[in-house]
């Protein structure tokens, strides 16, 4: 099977370790709820360091490498994945530090009113007063709450951080790409 597009894969977290003597690989991932990379039936991995992503898309392209995934489960705050083809510690280790990416139709379903970040980005950010406040062009998460990072996506310069939550978010509309916010 080819690799798809790498704007079709988004990147759920990084290799940091191996774990056990198995073939097993420690993930960091990016998100505290990695419900995607959990129920994943194939990853692509890419070695290319995440500074240097998208610097040289052909080359990237080229490095990425699919796996399927034997099993994935949460411990102690990482995911832990076997992955077919690796079957020691010391292939586990070679692929240290590699991203994992998995694509984009292969989420899961969520419920109403919820949503995946990813989503989130590129969306036009407008308060009750119909005025535009920028484009969603981060998402982080502060312990209590999701946080969207509202600014101008082509210098990345951020001019609000805004809490994702009830009381702020009025309404997210996937299909126009906007979000409608409770903030001046």
Known sequence: MSAPSL????????ISEAQGLRGQVKIRP??????ALLSSKSVW??????????????????????YKVKSAKMHSGNVVIALEGVTDRDQALALKGA????????FPKVETDSYYWIDLIG?????LQNETLGEVIDVTEN????????????????QY???FVKQVVQDVDLSNKTISLDWQ
């Open 7 to 14: 704007n079709d894969l988004i990147e759920l977290g990084a």
């Open 30 to 35: 990016h998100s505290s709820e990695p419900v």
């Open 45 to 66: 991995l890419s070695l290319i360091p995440r500074r240097d992503a998208g610097l040289s898309s052909p080359v990237e392209q080229a490095s990425l490498t699919q």
């Open 99 to 106: 991203r994992i990416l998995v694509a984009r139709d292969a």
């Open 123 to 127: 969306c036009n950010a407008i308060n």
């Open 143 to 158: 312990g209590a709450h999701g946080v969207i990072a509202i600014g101008d996506a082509s210098t990345k310069t951020i």
């Open 161 to 163: 951080l805004v809490p």
